[in-house]
């Protein structure tokens, strides 16, 4: 029977909490141990242990069971799941007149406090281009210690990339189907698909797979993340079903764009050969740190960044008025004009966006502004102003809220900040004039247009 809350086991130095999910063949607990730290425990299921349609497969799992707490010790990363311990229990089991008497392999694994990729587009939507980026590349990072490890990871996919909470971080679980694998040598694997994000390769027991295979799992994920919509199953998509081309979908970089359909073609040999290739084709170069230590930034966004960091949205509004001033170089006149938004370095622009989508865990961001600007129509016309400034909450019952009334806090709408007030323009934009504060009507169309 499954263990109940309260039970304690390995001579009492976890205790379980609560029973967080069961799989096809696994079940896994939240667990506490004597000093009050949480963990998840991850083992096999009754029914895998008792049911004699299974039997042939069971000692193979417990087997597999251990050797997922090698892989793991093995990739030590910070956007890997850390295993904290790894034992056995005397378990006695009966089920329907079956008994099963062994050694029960136990795996205790890092509890992330969280939730997964798939979820979250799901219940928020797809994510913003920066952000979707940001989660990809610390998770390509961690797949290039797995594969110099000799390993494949082999079921990339949004279910098993969890986001925490509390930071801009992703990390890669669930390595119960990793397997060793040699380079340029054909070997015996076990088929295993997740349909939409397993490449044909691994439709096949007997096929070469090599890095490439978690590269079409890895462009797969993102292509998810950028659209909410899973591209179609491989095996089909050569006489049935056609991939619609990511920039046909969403607005994002050429490539972008470019780099995603590449790690999703059919045929292994035409994908990118590895992660780092991979990599190599987005627009700005992968450089993961450890979270323990921070982005490192050009001089002038270090206090932007430190505010941040510290949660401190208002100043941090009014710092990225001040450092984008100071890019215009208009700090002397407090404001900027058509002119100078129209020719603002789209470098700066990005450093600027991406400090705010990592730091707010994907909630505020000039990307997030114009992702919700798209959907309210993307044109430049007081309706759809009014329609951004109601989803963003610069509006509230139809009135235009002054700054300082503005929400200030993690709670705010999505797209909320930043609110820098620093436009001044009178212009022509698509046959509508606009004069003083423009900050949607004006800069809300250059990013469009960049």
């Not at 994002?252 to 992660?275: C, F, I, N």
């Not at 001040?322 to 020719?343: C, F, P, S, T």
Request: net charge negative; hydrophobic share 40%; aromatic share 12%.
């Amino acid at each position: 029977m499954a263990w109940e809350p309260g039970k304690k086991i390995y001579s009492d130095r976890y205790k379980i909490i609560k029973k967080i999910k069961t799989g096809g063949f696994g079940i896994t607990y939240l667990v506490e141990d004597k000093k009050g730290q949480t963990f998840v425990l991850k083992t096999l299921t009754d029914d895998i242990l008792t049911n004699p349609e299974h039997s042939e497969y069971r000692d193979k799992y417990l087997q597999d069971c251990e050797k997922e707490a090698a892989k793991l010790g093995f990739c030590r990363h910070p956007h890997i799941v850390a295993i904290e311990n790894k034992f056995s229990v005397d378990y006695r089991i009966k089920i329907d007149n079956f008994s099963w008497s062994g050694a029960l392999p136990c795996i205790v694994m890092e509890y992330i406090a969280g939730k997964n990729l798939w979820d979250l587009v799901r219940e928020q939507g797809a994510l913003p281009e920066a952000e979707a980026l940001l989660y990809i590349r610390q998770i390509g990072d961690a797949l290039i210690l797995v594969h110099e490890k000799g390993l494949l990871h082999r079921d990339i996919k949004p279910q098993n990339i969890m986001k925490r909470y509390e930071k801009s971080e992703a990390v890669l679980i669930d390595f119960g189907i990793a397997r060793e694998f040699m380079r340029d040598v054909t070997q015996i694997m076990t088929p295993h698909l997740s349909s939409g994000f397993a490449p044909v390769e691994q439709y096949d027991e007997i096929e070469h797979r090599g890095e490439w295979t978690d590269v079409y799992g890895l462009s797969a994920t993102l292509y998810y993340l950028l659209t909410k919509k899973v591209p179609p199953i491989a095996t089909m998509r050569g006489s049935r079903d056609k991939i619609i081309p990511l920039n046909n979908l969403v607005s994002v970089e050429d490539r972008v764009h470019e780099a995603v359909m590449a790690g999703l073609q059919v045929l292994p040999e035409k994908r990118p050969q590895s992660v780092e290739e991979w990599l190599d084709m987005f627009p700005i170069p992968v450089t993961i740190a450890s979270p323990a230590i921070q982005e490192i930034v050009p001089a002038k966004y270090e206090k932007l960044q430190q505010l941040l960091v510290a949660g401190e949205w208002k100043a941090a509004d009014q710092e990225t008025a001040r450092v984008m001033l100071q890019v215009a170089g208009r700090e002397e006149e407090g404001w900027l004009g058509y002119d100078n938004i129209k020719n603002f370095p789209c470098e700066d622009l990005r450093t600027i966006d991406q400090l705010w989508v990592k730091y707010s865990n994907g909630r505020f961001g000039f990307s997030v502004q114009k992702n919700i600007w798209l959907e309210c129509g993307g044109t430049v016309n007081y309706a759809t102003e009014c329609k951004l400034g109601d989803r963003i909450g610069w509006r509230v019952k139809g009135e235009w809220i002054r700054y300082n009334n503005g929400t200030f806090n993690i709670k705010a709408l999505p797209g909320h900040l930043p609110r820098v007030v620093v436009c001044w323009a009178e212009v022509e934009v698509g046959g509508w004039w606009f004069e003083g504060d423009c900050v949607l009507c004006v800069f809300m169309w250059f990013l469009f247009s960049h």
